[in-house]
């Protein structure tokens, strides 16, 4: 009984922590569907024009889609708007004047983030308190909390931790699994599906191609892009030519590798310090939309950590988890 009761326990207590976060970075009156304000800033204001044009739209095939009068056509899957949510939500408020998801989204990612750290921390040290301390770096990651405020489809890093936990979770149903969180990644943002894509072929070209299961993978990287395929067709992917999908600032907008330690990022025209110890290092223009900074807690314990791993090197079964090492370099 006691295991039946602990799953929905630790359900509802990052429940109570994603409502009392959220309320803490949106304020309480923007938790309201109908609250808008808010979201008149920045690129944000992009966000729910693309999303309020596409809702009072007429519904056409591909389903993303949608026409813009004079415009010509576009697709909610170029709008950061998330695009599963999109389609699901135009489904019961086509016809409500003000009505937006993004508070309900935000609310959704900080559970997630929480809930899925304490799962991937659980499963490899079985300590419930180290879970919940460690689970609570996820939700105050700098990256995570500077994306909800800017980009808020990109504050679906939960997508990627899924990705990993059902790795640890290996069971009959992993491959099906993996092709449906890949899938599900191009629903929020074609980034996280890049993201995936990359680490999924690296790991599957070293677990199957090189240990003579050729065959199989061919077949699995032909199944996964074909239904990647017709779900990104039937969300609106493939509305325009992809050059007229190229944007600017290649070259510009990226980031510095030390943006790592890098605490300063420029957000709504302003500078931002994440640090009240370390400094900032100055950058050239565009390099702040790499923003990566740890936080010196992350740091702190990397550093610590990697004394740990070496001290205690002849433990691990390096040969079993070399693939880590090479996907770590190549990312």
Request: charged share 15%.
């Amino acid at each position: 009984m006691k295991k039946d009761i602990f799953p929905l326990k630790i359900s509802l207590f990052y429940l109570f922590i994603s409502l009392t976060f959220t309320f803490y970075l949106l304020g309480f009156n923007n938790l309201s569907s109908n609250s808008l304000d808010w979201l008149l800033s920045g690129d944000r204001i992009g966000e729910l024009i693309g999303w309020l044009n596409f809702k009072n739209s007429n519904w056409t095939f591909p389903f993303g889609n949608y026409n813009q009068g004079e415009i010509g056509e576009n697709s909610v899957v170029f709008n950061g708007t998330v695009p599963l949510l999109a389609l699901i939500f135009k489904l019961f408020f086509k016809n409500s004047e003000n009505f937006q998801y993004f508070s309900l989204w935000i609310l959704i990612c900080v559970f997630l983030q929480g809930l899925i750290s304490f799962i991937i921390i659980n499963k490899l040290t079985k300590n419930i308190t180290y879970s919940i301390i460690g689970s609570l770096f996820f939700l105050i990651s700098p990256i995570f909390i500077h994306r909800v405020g800017i980009h808020i489809s990109l504050a679906g890093h939960w997508i990627i931790l899924i990705y990993f936990l059902n790795y640890l979770l290996y069971d009959k149903n992993f491959h099906r699994n993996n092709i449906v969180i890949i899938i599900l990644s191009s629903g929020i943002h074609f980034y996280f599906t890049a993201i995936l894509l990359l680490t999924d072929l690296i790991l599957y070209f070293y677990w199957y191609f090189l240990k003579k299961k050729k065959l199989f993978f061919i077949k699995n990287l032909f199944l996964k892009i074909f239904c990647l395929f017709i779900f990104m067709y039937c969300l609106g992917y493939f509305a325009f030519p992809a050059q007229n999908v190229l944007g600017g600032g290649f070259g510009k907008f990226k980031m510095n590798l030390l943006s790592l330690i890098d605490p300063g990022v420029s957000s709504m025209g302003q500078k931002v310090l994440w640090s009240n110890f370390l400094p900032d290092i100055p950058n050239n223009y565009g390099e702040h939309e790499g923003f990566n900074y740890f936080g010196l807690g992350f740091i702190l314990m990397l550093i610590i950590s990697t004394y740990y791993f070496f001290k205690n090197f002849d433990k691990y079964e390096i040969k079993k988890k070399k693939i880590f090492f090479y996907l770590f370099i190549i990312l």
